[in-house]
């Protein structure tokens, strides 16, 4: 599994602000606004697409290349629980 994060967690991230987006332009020009939070939802995209970039990076030893694997793990907890925190606080 790891290794599918490693090759693919950055795309499914992006995959998932493109939909995001693709739903923001779909209720901005065509449904004529009605999903109330969808300016949150296109936050809460990006901010899914950056946290999966960063952690594929980190996976892939682009980032804190001198730390082991116990504290690589700690940061990969920290930015999934700051990324899941943000995006609740958004919808609120």
């Known amino acids: 599994m790891r290794e599918w994060f490693k090759k693919h967690l950055g795309w499914l991230g992006f ?3 493109m939909t995001c987006t693709l739903l923001f332009v779909l209720d ?8 109330p939070i969808i300016e ?6 990006f901010l899914i697409m950056g946290g ?3 952690i ?3 996976l892939n030893d682009k980032y804190f290349t001198k730390y082991s694997d ?6 990969i907890v920290f930015i999934t629980s700051t990324t899941i925190g943000m995006s609740y ?3 609120l």
């Open 40 to 45: 949150e939802l296109l936050m809460i995209g």
């Open 89 to 91: 606080f958004l919808i």
């Open 70 to 75: 116990k504290v690589k793990n700690g940061i």
């Open 15 to 17: 995959g998932i602000w």
């Open 56 to 58: 594929q990076g980190i």
């Open 52 to 54: 999966a970039s960063f």
């Open 28 to 35: 901005e020009f065509m449904l004529k606004n009605t999903i």
